[in-house]
């Protein structure tokens, strides 16, 4: 209650030092900053805001103790005191006032700020370049808007320890400490946008920055929010002026700002949720079924308002475009809605093919269609066309609408995405519709099909077979070279069954680049026997046709290969692929566990180093091992290592992490990873965001064991594994009696790691002891790997418990002579019920298990009730050297009638009839039974 010790007042404001420096960098418009040499972010501001509050509450001693300028000066040494003279990192200090007048002061970590995010003269305007002294896009948050609604009141106009609203709405809106989000309350009594959980929100509205009005006593007749220090400094500089914002003019999308007084002004991104879009929608669909049409045309245009194509403008139809007329030539409405458009709408907006967005004007057009109004339900259908002519919602809504007009559209578009057509049950029922002009087109030359549906054909080839569809004829060749199907050349892929016979030619790949629309996007090539034959001028003419190239693989290219400057994919590239060796089983000979640096394609690397997102490396340059030479690569997010077959150089990895600092996921693939001599700094430094780590190799010797463990647990304890989502072990790796054993994942790794390098008197983590806590982890993948069930217990309990967990691997130990068959096996498996019935396991591997022989109980054959547990469990993975073909289908078959959610078996053993037999059995119960490995995603998905 106000005036109690538990009740206080309190603002939060940045301290840094560099903020000394603002009156000699000529930041005029800093106001107390500039005329105070302070490391204080308006300090003025900040003691002004405790004095309202105080004389709000009517706290005399508080009043008192804030009000003049002798007291900001005591405020000011007050705080100085508190952070001493060695603090030089900038830091939030929260000042507490009490009722009776006492100051207590707390700081907090925060990070950098530019000056200019901190004391801009100007916000750009959307999509504007800032210029000098502007407030730069160094940092986007998404701006959420919460579920709920919020009521104002004193304690939303004043800043007090009563803010129970706001850590509520952050919770709804799943915002962390760190998350780059922020959520906007909501008034209950006008709908409109009262501010941020702890920021001043800024909206574009006709021409300028606007932001919600608050008035300087609480009254209850403003927005209800926060009368900020941050907000006042916009005011008064003129950046923004007030207005109201109402919640519903919200468009994903749109570009805003937000500031408070730690960080400073924000670039952010209104993010909308798609759950409220689809409510809408869903409302709508209840008032159109009540037939209250206005009603219901008024939530789907709120749905179709809400999507991100908008760019948080009105979305005009392009006037340009004439279906009729190009029914009436018998042209392609599918060029007509791709590239016809002269008017500014193509200029200012892409294409859209959010379902929520087309359904909701689908069903508009239907409410016009209802309501008699065929005019403005044919403009709706034909706005779809003109958004997304690929779906087929396009041709669902088109053709009907057309035929009330009198005219005559055709059946549907054939172009597009085949995969996300061939779910769709529109697209069904386009397909059965179309069956009947099947002999209409059966036995015409396909080059007079309508376009779409030619390329659609063509898809289907891969880039030999339509390389030689331009020998058919002239009228082929120069159909098929048409900008019409240049989206049949923008991806080329010389590998595979696309392996040229004998090396192109300069002038084809001309051809090729030019039929592409100098556009390609995707560029693979491999050097099988050297068929390709890849030299500079072939590697310049095809990029120099890929001016906005995003994907690019070569395997075995030659040293000498470089990009050209020229070249525009330096800024667009974002996958590159550099396989510098064959597959091969061993290594053949001393010496090839890493390529030297004078063989190394660094030209090919270096000039992208800066762009690309995605690496993968197979082959490893000596002066790497040096920790010599690794390029800067800012934006890597997920990193492939491959080495040979055998390697045994150790490969220092955390060195990678001072020069990929962004990155997320990473792969090892063969490769040995080793501590650096500054292994603890790098360690403490390295990937703020580390998210998925895969190892694979099959090096078995004690050396590799201990060295890849060792790295193993450095890289799950990044972090202290709170972000750590997905983790793969694919390596011969089991408890050693005779040496001691590590558990690549524990709670507790610093016991372990200073037992092996004999670092007892290191303290790893002085603040927290190095305790791990995997909070966000979602799958562990074993393929070799014997994990202690105890230990994974104890990482993965509370995440299996609640449903987090979706993927989980068994891999048995091996028997023992000296105990019964089975038994160990059985013993393994009781070890796992805790994990017996998690809600959330939807995949799982059991490997190398051995079960009792010809079993006639369950106890003899435990695995199948085991894996009935689990009521979602899709796809399973089931191997076992330990048994024979008809041993391991009988295993199988027990599965197949014991559990009732299995979707889909890998297996790699069972072949042949019985084989067939199971598949056909497997099949009567809906689960289908695939020979192979299950295949491993790369990169892996997590949350973004």
């Not at 279906?323 to 409405?333: H, L, P, T």
């Not at 030619?505 to 034959?533: C, M, P, S, T, Y």
């Not at 599965?895 to 979707?903: D, G, M, N, P």
């Not at 084989?915 to 099949?923: C, F, I, R, S, V």
Request: some cysteine.
């Amino acid at each position: 209650m106000p005036g109690t010790d538990n009740f206080y007042i309190f603002t939060s404001l940045r301290y840094d030092p560099s903020l000394q420096q603002v009156p000699s960098r000529g930041f005029q418009h800093a106001a107390w900053n500039y005329h105070h040499v302070s490391p204080f972010y308006c300090l003025d501001y900040h003691r002004d805001r405790l004095l309202r509050a105080a004389t709000h509450w009517g706290w005399q001693s508080a009043m008192d103790a804030l009000a003049g300028e002798q007291a900001l000066t005591r405020l000011a040494d007050s705080a100085n005191e508190f952070l001493g003279t060695s603090q030089m990192t900038p830091v939030r200090l929260r000042i507490i006032v009490h009722a009776h007048g006492t100051i207590e002061f707390q700081k907090f970590d925060t990070p950098d700020a530019a000056m200019e995010n901190l004391f801009p003269s100007c916000l750009p305007a959307p999509a504007a370049t800032p210029g000098d002294m502007e407030a730069q896009r160094s940092v986007v948050y998404a701006l959420l808007r919460d579920s709920a609604l919020i009521p104002p009141s004193e304690f939303t106009h004043h800043k007090t320890s009563k803010r129970d609203m706001y850590n509520e709405a952050r919770s709804r809106a799943g915002i962390n400490a760190g998350d780059r989000k922020e959520v906007l309350m909501v008034n209950a009594q006008n709908g409109e946008i009262m501010e941020g959980s702890i920021t001043t929100p800024y909206f574009w509205r006709n021409g300028r920055w606007v932001t919600p009005p608050v008035s300087a006593e609480f009254s209850g007749m403003d927005s209800g929010g926060n009368n900020g220090t941050s907000r006042r400094y916009a005011l008064e500089n003129k950046l923004a002026v007030e207005e109201s914002v109402k919640a519903e003019t919200l468009v994903d999308g749109e570009e805003c700002w937000i500031s408070n007084g730690v960080s400073g002004f924000i670039a952010a991104q209104v993010g909308m949720s798609g759950a409220q879009a689809e409510a809408a929608v869903r409302t709508g669909q209840d008032e159109y079924r009540a037939k209250r049409y206005k009603h219901a045309l008024a939530h789907f245009t709120r749905a179709m308002l809400s999507c991100r194509c908008n760019r948080g403008m009105k979305r005009d139809r392009c006037s340009c475009k004439n279906f009729e007329a190009v029914v009436d030539k018998g042209d392609s409405i599918f060029h007509e809605a791709m590239y016809t458009c002269s008017c500014s709408v193509g200029k200012m907006f892409n294409k859209c093919d959010n379902p929520v967005h087309i359904k909701a004007l689908d069903y508009r057009a239907a409410t016009f269609e209802s309501m008699k109004e065929l005019d403005r339900a044919k403009r709706d259908a034909e706005w779809i066309l003109e958004l997304a002519p690929r779906l087929p919602d396009v041709c669902a809504r088109t053709s009907p609408m057309a035929g009330m007009k009198r005219n005559k559209y055709p059946a549907g578009v054939d172009a597009g995405n085949a995969s996300r057509m061939a779910t769709s049950p529109k697209f069904q029922q386009l397909y059965n519709a179309r069956n009947k002009l099947h002999l209409r087109y059966c036995r015409r030359d396909p080059i007079f099909l309508p376009s779409e549906l030619f390329v659609w054909i063509l898809s289907y080839c891969n880039l030999v077979q339509r390389v030689r569809c331009l020998g058919v004829s002239k009228q082929w060749q120069r159909t098929l070279m048409s900008r019409d199907f240049a989206s049949l050349w923008k991806d080329l892929d010389f590998t595979g069954s696309s392996t040229p016979r004998r090396p192109p030619r300069i002038d084809f790949l001309k051809k090729l680049v030019a039929g592409a629309g100098r556009d390609v996007r995707r560029l693979v090539i491999e050097e099988q026997n050297h068929r390709f034959q890849l030299s500079q001028a072939k590697l310049f003419v095809l990029l120099q046709g890929a001016v906005r190239l995003e994907h690019l693989e070569l395997s075995c290219p030659d040293n000498t290969l470089r990009i050209p400057p020229t070249a525009g994919i330096c800024k667009t590239l974002k996958t590159l692929s550099l396989r510098l060796f064959a597959a091969e089983p061993k290594k053949s000979a001393i010496g090839l566990d890493y390529i030297p640096a004078c063989a190394y394609p660094f030209e090919l690397l270096n000039p992208v180093a800066e762009t690309i997102e995605t690496l993968h490396l197979s082959g490893l340059p000596m002066s790497w091992f040096r920790e010599q030479d690794v390029p800067c690569m800012p934006r890597l997010k997920y990193l492939h290592l491959q080495m040979r077959t055998g390697s045994t150089a150790l490969f220092p990895i955390l060195h990678m992490g001072s020069k990929t600092p962004v990155l997320e996921q990473l792969w090892l693939q063969d490769t040995l990873p080793d501590r650096s001599s500054d292994w603890e700094y790098q360690w403490s430094k390295i990937w703020p965001n580390f998210k998925a780590l895969i190892v694979a190799g099959s090096n078995s010797s004690t050396a590799a064991r201990f060295s890849i463990s060792l790295v193993i647990l450095l890289l799950s304890s990044l972090n202290h594994g709170h972000k750590l989502e997905y983790i793969d072990l694919d390596l011969p790796w089991s408890p050693n009696p005779d040496a001691v054993a590590i558990e690549p994942l524990t709670l507790e790794p610093g016991p372990a790691i200073q037992k092996v390098w004999n670092m007892a008197s290191t303290v790893l983590d002085p603040e927290s002891n190095w305790q791990n806590e995997y909070r966000s982890l979602k799958a562990i993948r074993l393929a070799n790997a014997v994990l202690n069930p105890e230990s994974l217990q104890q990482v993965a309990q509370r995440q299996a418990a609640a449903g987090q967990l979706h993927t989980l691997d068994l891999v048995f130990p091996p028997e023992s002579l000296a105990t019964p068959a089975g038994a160990v096996s059985s013993a393994h498996l009781a070890k796992y019920e805790w994990l017996a019935g998690s809600p959330g396991i939807r995949c799982m591997s059991i490997s190398q298990f051995r079960f009792r022989p010809f079993p006639r109980t369950s106890d003899d054959l435990p695995l199948p009730a085991f894996l009935a547990t689990f009521p979602k469990l899709e796809t399973l993975e089931i191997r076992s050297e330990h048994y024979d073909e008809a041993e391991m289908c009988s295993v199988i078959s027990a599965i197949i009638k014991e559990t009732k959610t299995l979707k889909l078996i890998y297996q790699n053993q069972i072949r042949g009839a019985l084989m067939d037999k199971l598949g056909t059995a497997a099949a009567k119960h809906g689960i289908k039974v695939a020979f192979g490995e299950r295949p491993r995603e790369w990169p892996v998905p997590v949350t973004p």
